[in-house]
């Protein structure tokens, strides 16, 4: 792919996602995320209808008289998204991958968060740290995290969340917005890792969502629940290698292959619950502003520490 091909479609997903902000999501982001704290603005006489929690003791005392401290909510965020580039990633059976609607659906959120003036970082990851750009502000910085995440040429093949998670944790300090996407479908070799008292992708997940505020966005891609009747089918795990032979002409293996994948669905939410963290699930190719801006709306907000 020539530098042209690449500016081309970082220019396409800028312009469509800023569209999306200006339509839909302007006001949605902004209400409902707060700031990291409160900074104190100024000391005043009491006034009646004051909070008598904010009296400031020692200056009544001194004053004679009641006094309160008034703070003004600080508003910036660090904003990041981590972006599961792993290669189930490259799989579509829409007009676009996985990794592509995952970009589109980022920088939605790094435009709303710019708007606001909060700051975006970036963290890519397959089953190691690909990339980590620490947050920033800027037009330039949100150009080159929608260039890395349409085209950082992942080294490794396989999926582990938890390590993204727990070197996420290490390196951002303050509490921040998280928003990690993902079609959560864990390689065999990293599993087994699990298995055997490795990191646990929900146990890090329920850390991380108690350290920071942290979104998941689960990635689904429609052939994944629902197998053709296409006759002999060689399927290959992405991330593996591994081939597996089909016959989705007879109706009992695509009925199975549509439990199954049922089933990992429901295992998947009823895990995240468990670990206390909110979650969305888009269908790739399908529209997704309309649902992160009901999610905005309706989600309470938590407060900054």
């Known amino acids: 792919m020539t530098l042209h091909d690449i500016l081309t479609s970082v220019r396409r997903v800028d312009l469509r996602t800023n569209r999306l902000v200006n339509d839909m999501m302007v006001g949605a982001y ?3 995320f707060k700031g990291r704290g409160m900074d104190f603005e100024e000391l005043r006489q009491y006034l009646p209808g004051d909070d008598v929690r904010d009296i400031d003791w020692n200056v009544t005392y001194r004053m004679g008289r009641p006094f309160v401290k008034r703070f003004r909510e600080e508003r910036e965020l660090g904003v990041i998204l981590a972006l599961d580039i792993s290669a189930s990633g490259g799989f579509g059976s829409t007009a676009r991958t996985k990794r592509e609607f995952a970009t589109e659906i980022a920088a ?3 435009h709303s968060a710019a708007r606001s003036s909060d ?7 397959s089953d190691q740290i690909e990339l980590f750009l620490p947050p920033r502000k800027g037009r330039a910085h949100i150009l080159r995290c929608i260039r890395e995440m349409l085209f950082f040429p992942a080294r490794r093949r396989g999926t ?3 390590a993204a998670l727990t070197f996420l944790n290490q390196v951002v300090r303050r509490r921040a917005l998280v928003f990690l996407l993902s079609d959560f479908l864990p390689s065999r070799p990293a599993a087994a890792a699990a298995r055997g008292g490795g990191r646990d992708a929900v146990r890090e997940i329920g850390i991380t969502n108690a350290r920071h505020d942290l979104i998941c966005l689960h990635l689904h891609d429609p052939r994944e629940g629902d197998l053709p009747d296409a006759g002999v089918l060689t399927v290959e795990d992405a991330e593996t290698g591994e081939l597996l032979e089909l016959d989705s002409g007879r109706a009992s293996v695509r009925q199975t292959y549509a439990e199954v994948n049922r089933e990992r669905l429901a ?3 009823r895990s995240l619950r468990r670990a206390g963290v909110d979650t969305l699930r888009f269908t790739v190719g399908e529209p997704f502003a309309e649902g992160l801006q009901k999610f905005f709306e309706t989600r309470p907000g938590r407060r900054r520490g």
């Open 267 to 269: 295992e998947l939410d």
């Open 30 to 32: 902004l209400s409902h």
């Open 160 to 162: 582990d969340v938890a």
């Open 119 to 125: 700051k975006v970082g970036l963290l890519l990851f």
């Open 108 to 110: 939605t959120l790094a």
